[in-house]
């Protein structure tokens, strides 16, 4: 199975780092959030990838293009202009790189990779800016059993302020806001059939927007319920609280 992951987009909430590099290439712990998100699908045996490019796009080729380079040991002689690698430190990932157009919305780069979907009776769909336990394996047998064209991973969005009950003025209970408050949200991890396209009219088509209503009108879309960890990384406030918890040791993603 492979795992398709968006990652042209501009990230402009998050400008104070993405001026200079498109935002999966964001560090968390000195790696780019789009390695963490490939090693949580490595974690479920998911090794293929096909990563839609756009904003700054060369700066993921050249990320991997050097990947080997970077993680192995190595001799380099400038005399005769060779390397010789020692030990090699690399994951047995297969990543095609699809310049899918720097304002192509989400729905028109899923779209314009499906060429390189032929075969699959199904494939992972994710964004490159969000992190979680999701049980991976878990969502593609359920999707498998349900038989229907998609399923989409529903979480609780994290709680960012504290519930306050007054009387008069006096503050008569608090507490941290639960996440999400009952309610689930899209957490972006997607299991899809490649017949997903004809919801899609093209470039300018955005994924979150009529293909989904469509998929729902026709009860093709079921609900992998989460309520593990997850986060996304869309502003430097939830940047820094991911950078906190893998400083910590044991961030709630890591499965590997």
Known sequence: ?????????????????????????????????????MKIYSSHGINDFVICLGYKG????????????????????LRTNTVEVHRRLAEPWRITLVET???TLTGGRIKRVLPYLEGEEAFCLTYGDGVGNVDISASVAFHKAHGRAATMTVVHPPGRYGVVELEGDRISAFQEKLPGDGARINGGFFVLSPTVGRYIDGDDTMWEQE???????DGQLHAWKHDGFWQCMDTIRDKRLLEDLWIAGNPPWKSW
């Open 1 to 37: 199975m492979k795992a398709v992951i968006l990652a042209g987009g501009l990230g402009t909430r998050l400008s104070e780092e993405t001026d200079l590099r498109p935002k999966p290439m964001v560090e968390i712990g000195g790696k780019p959030i789009l390695w963490h998100i």
């Open 101 to 103: 157009g720097e304002s």
């Open 211 to 217: 293909p989904l209503r469509g998929l729902v009108e």
């Open 58 to 77: 060369y700066a993921i080729k050249e990320y991997f293009s050097s990947y080997s380079l970077h993680n192995s040991d190595v001799t380099i002689d």
